[in-house]
């Protein structure tokens, strides 16, 4: 322990002379490295397989990312092959190295993690990545981590619900047949939506912990969108097709009538119950064909 201390103590201190003072060798894909220990007998990381790592990510002389901040080991898949990937980048190692490598930043945070670039990043920018790799995981180990996951938020979703509706009982929320939930905030008179109809909503949608990811209200621009045509979630639509114009509702709608278990890319996990507040502005009927 003491000497994984002095490991990580002098990683600090002394990686980030090393690239200024080192040489960095460029491999064929453009990627710029430097070993500061090597095993190569051991383990790399393979397509479709991870590893576990200790990194520090620098932008210029700014640290954006640190894993010794999350609460558990930092375990990463290797996912992506293209030319110049932090995932082409571990491949490169083996269990129990230690490396540097400088990364096109534009590149990393626009396809790795999906990231806005901070203000002033331009295409030739680095990104500085200090990496000790602790571990190699076998695609089949990283499968069945992957499962466990699932069967974990599996479990937990009608847990997640029940809190959800303790938590906010003034809203006194129905259960529905198809498992919906539903809370009636404010009456509506008009129209109620259906097949073919276009409806008009504003809507706030939160995951379950009351977090938000995405309004009508913050864009300040009204969602539209035709009854069937399968534009929305199915648990979305069928809340709306109870509704009248005028009304609005909580709905709590489990991750089947969601996204499921696949989730939806980096911003909705497996088995994601969600909550939307609806309301519905205006339905403007089909029209009919005359024959």
Partial sequence: MKRFLFFISLLIIVLPACTKRQKFRTGPDGIQYYFVKKHRHSASPKFGGG?????R???????????????RKFTVIIQDTANGSIDRALMMMHQGDSAIFKLNAVNFLTHK????????????????FYIRLLRVLSPQKIKNMHQEFLDYRRRLEPELIDDYIKRHSQYHFELQSSGLYIARVKDGHGLRPMQGDSVFINYIAYFINGDPFSSTLK???????????????????????QMRE??????????YLAYGAEGLLDLIPPYSPLVFQVELKKVKPAQKTLY
């Fill in 51 to 55: 590893a576990t790592i200790d990194v």
């Fill in 57 to 71: 990510v620098f932008w210029r002389d700014s640290l954006m990312f640190d894993s010794k901040d999350m609460p």
């Fill in 113 to 128: 993690v999906n990231m806005a670039l901070p203000k002033g990043m331009t295409r030739k920018d680095k990104m500085t």
């Fill in 219 to 241: 864009k300040r621009q009204i969602f539209k969108f035709k009854i069937g045509d399968e534009k929305v979630i199915p648990g979305l639509e069928m809340a709306i097709k």
């Fill in 246 to 255: 005028g009304q609005v509702i909580f709905v709590i709608i489990p991750s």
